[in-house]
């Protein structure tokens, strides 16, 4: 930076030196000028040096009193190249005096834009950050404002029809659950399908009228911590046999089924769930499943 600071400076300094030096050379005279020359006699017998002046005095008078811009036309050609070196030294002094700020400002409008540019970074490396915490915040929302729907068995009474075949005189009897879809999230939510249904798998009466195909509700669309109209499935006629195969834990008996519903967002999910009939606890066991986003 100071080389390039000063650089000018010493350029103007050697144009300088340059101009007077011309001009020292232009008005110098010779060292021998005015001195009176030697000349010898050979003919004489002993050369003897005679001083002869070879310059009147007179006509040294003379030039000494010339006018100065007299002696600059003997030489014109070196007249004009002192003046132009002067000349040319005077420019470089006035482009110095104008450009000599223009490094220390052209290094401010480095400096300006290396911030701007980091400046720049930052600001778009915050885009960044807000658009992935915005786009982790609406791929959240569904999950933390979302429906999620569940059974709720209202009523049952699979334990106690299960405990009357200890009588022997009840042959068969009806295992039946009352329950509803209640949505548990913080959105209103619309129930697609659903089916729920008590099947004993595994049994030696298992018929095909026991699994319930997909059904609809009637009360689709649920606000917040609102549910379904009762909803009711049954074994009509549970055997004594049945009864045995499950309390000997040769068969289960499940509570199963699963819905689909959607929520605001147009995500459609499906939640499964799988209650076993315990014999050592005498109730449904829940085992649910976590819902998946189908769509």
Known sequence: MGIRAWGPLF???ALLAAGLTGVALQYSKPHNEGEPAK??????????????VTTDQGDTKGKDKRAWYESLLEKPTDTLLVFFNGLLALYTWRLYRATSGLFTETAGLREAAENQRIDSLRSIAASELAAKAAQASAEA????????????????????????????DVRTNRLRINFYFKNFGKTPVNILLYRAHLIHL??????ATNIVRFQLVQRATLGAVDHTEPLETEIADFSREEW?????????????????YADIWGNIWQFSFNWEYSPAHGRLVPDNQARIKTE
């Open 39 to 52: 000349v010898e006699e050979r003919n004489s017998p002993i050369a003897k040096p005679i001083a002869q």
């Open 141 to 168: 929302l569904p999950i933390i404002e979302g429906a999620y729907v569940y059974p709720v068995i209202a009523g049952e009474n699979v334990a106690e029809s299960l405990s009357a075949f200890q009588h022997p």
């Open 202 to 207: 595994d049994g030696p009466n298992l018929r």
């Open 244 to 260: 045995g195969s499950v309390m000997s834990a040769g068969s289960r008996l499940y509570f199963a089924g699963e819905i689909r």
């Open 11 to 13: 350029a103007l300094l």
